[in-house]
């Protein structure tokens, strides 16, 4: 069964450091993508950055890059120097590829890292 | 913003009643999943619609149902509402084979009392 896990429930950061959060995930899949999003307390799920399975190189966006180690099943997210808006729940997600009448497409969540950016 | 929009914001319900949620998808994309997200979790899959039909569903009974228009919008209907059922939740818009992207609304926050 495909699963993610998020093993920091709280995470402290100071402004303008850099900070990871960690992701593994497992699925007997050879294609699938990776996503994490941030969710403010306004409740939103902001898509931050995306990593394909078949993707050689980490995917960066912005102050954010995904630390993609396949064999590990890992999938970090890096945030570079960190703001106060920065603080929020950040979510790893993973997704199958899109089948018709099998789920696919469907994003497996895991419970989050909240982060908090101290000034 | 992402061009995904979900109606109403809040909303207060009794134990028992219907509740129907709305969800406009972002233009381009034919595919519409819902999650349901209980408090300190992530969301869960509810279930998928693709083209307007069901296409996948999530661990959720009958009464979770929905619907999705030739526009491509979407209803979520909870029928026989539970306490249990207060929670976020959220649609996500994306393209059948890009799987790259998938961008939720802001959310329907549903207290069942």
């Known amino acids: 069964a495909q699963k993610i896990t998020q093993t920091q429930p709280g995470m402290f950061v100071q402004e303008k450091e850099a900070v990871t959060l960690d992701c593994t995930y497992d699925?007997?899949?050879?294609?699938?993508?990776l996503f994490w999003y941030k969710q403010p307390s306004s409740g939103e799920m902001i898509f931050l950055i995306y990593?394909?399975?078949?993707?050689?190189q980490n995917a960066t966006e912005g102050r954010y890059s995904l630390n993609f180690q396949k064999a590990r099943k890992s999938a970090n997210l890096v945030i570079s120097a960190s703001q106060l808006g920065d603080s929020a729940m950040y979510f790893c997600?993973?997704?199958?590829?899109?089948?018709?009448?099998?789920?696919?497409?469907?994003?497996?969540f895991g419970q989050g890292t909240e982060l908090s950016v101290k000034p | 913003e992402t061009g995904v929009t979900q109606s109403p914001t809040h909303l207060i319900k009794t134990r028992g009643q219907q509740v129907t949620l709305r969800c406009s998808s972002q233009?381009?994309?034919?595919?519409v999943s819902w999650y349901q997200q209980a408090l300190g979790q992530g969301p869960q899959f509810i279930f998928q619609?693709?083209?307007?039909?069901?296409?996948g569903r999530g661990n959720f009974p009958p009464r979770f149902s929905g619907l999705q228009f030739p526009n491509y919008s979407s209803e979520l209907n909870v029928n026989a509402l539970e306490l249990d059922d207060s929670a976020l939740y959220l649609c996500?818009?994306?393209?059948?084979?890009?799987?790259?992207?998938?961008?939720f609304g802001q959310g329907t926050r549903l207290t069942v009392v």
């Open positions: 996500a818009s994306s393209y059948e084979t890009l799987n790259t992207e998938a961008f």
């Open positions: 699925t007997s899949d050879q294609s699938y993508g």
């Open positions: 990593q394909g399975s078949y993707d050689e």
């Open positions: 997600a993973m997704r199958e590829p899109f089948l018709l009448y099998n789920q696919g497409g469907k994003l497996i």
């Open positions: 233009s381009g994309h034919n595919t």
């Open positions: 619609y693709y083209r307007e039909e069901e296409n």
